[in-house]
């Protein structure tokens, strides 16, 4: 198998999407798929995925197709889903909530250590299993419990001191809501920037451009 380092960050991010199909297909007790059965599931095409998936080695047989709980699992460890980084939130508002309570942090390599909020009637709502904790005491918190992952989900203008903040507290990964992009280039820091308003425009150019788009798939 090739090192991750070597795979482009187009396969690399649609990983994750062969891992959500193939869980599902899991579920629903399928042993085996051809590339072109999950091509026509996935939207790709049957090549794209062969290539896609010869970069890790090909787990497929001619013939056969993949083996779906192998291919799973071996996504899954590319992806390094047992890893357990230990991860923090900051900023128990409405967006922290949802993103708290449903995401599967464990499935998905992370364990959701603490919650912050710097509000003083946020400080001590329960959120799951854990009580929200008072962001003056984060420091504290990061020298005893060493978290790698913040997630950040504070209002924007905060969002550059914060991560600094953060960075010399050791935190190598941020996964940030805030409208702000932090810089991908600080060395050894891992970002993903995420804008659910980006995918919304997403969807308003195609509406407006629909009859183009059906073209194209004609
Ligand atoms: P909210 O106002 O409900 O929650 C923000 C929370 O952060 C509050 O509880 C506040 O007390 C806390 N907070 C503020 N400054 C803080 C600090 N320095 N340290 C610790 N806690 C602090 O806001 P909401 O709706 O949850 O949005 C949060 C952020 O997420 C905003 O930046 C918003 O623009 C962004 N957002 C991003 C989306 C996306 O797709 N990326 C979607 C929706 C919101």
């Not at 990983?15 to 579920?27: A, G, N, V």
């Not at 950040?152 to 940030?176: H, Q, R």
């Not at 629909?210 to 194209?216: H, R």
Request: net charge neutral; hydrophobic share 35%.
């Amino acid at each position: 198998m090739k090192k991750n380092e070597q795979v482009s960050t187009p396969v690399i991010k649609r990983l994750p999407r062969y891992h959500r199909y193939l869980e599902e297909l899991k579920r629903q007790g399928v042993v085996r798929i051809s590339s072109k059965e999950l091509s026509a599931r996935m939207g790709l095409t049957a090549s794209q995925i062969r290539q896609d998936l010869n970069c890790f080695g090909g787990f497929g047989q001619q013939g056969y197709g993949y083996n779906i709980e192998q291919l799973y699992n071996e996504i899954g460890n590319i992806l390094g889903l047992s890893s357990k980084f230990k991860a923090v939130l900051i900023g128990a508002g409405n967006l922290g909530h949802a993103v708290a309570t449903h995401l599967r942090f464990e499935d998905r390599g992370f364990d959701l250590i603490g919650i912050f909020d710097n509000n003083p009637n946020v400080i001590g709502q329960q959120i799951g299993n854990k009580t929200v904790l008072d962001s003056d005491i984060l420091e504290e918190f990061c020298k005893e419990h060493n978290p790698s992952v913040a997630i950040l989900c504070i209002p924007s203008e905060f969002a550059d001191t914060t991560a600094k903040k953060l960075v010399s507290l050791g935190i190598k990964g941020f996964w940030n809501f805030t409208q702000y992009d932090i810089a991908t280039n600080y060395k050894g820091i891992a970002v993903e920037n995420v804008h659910l308003g980006d995918s919304l425009m997403t969807l308003c150019y195609q509406i407006n451009n629909i009859d183009n788009l059906d073209e194209e798939s004609k």
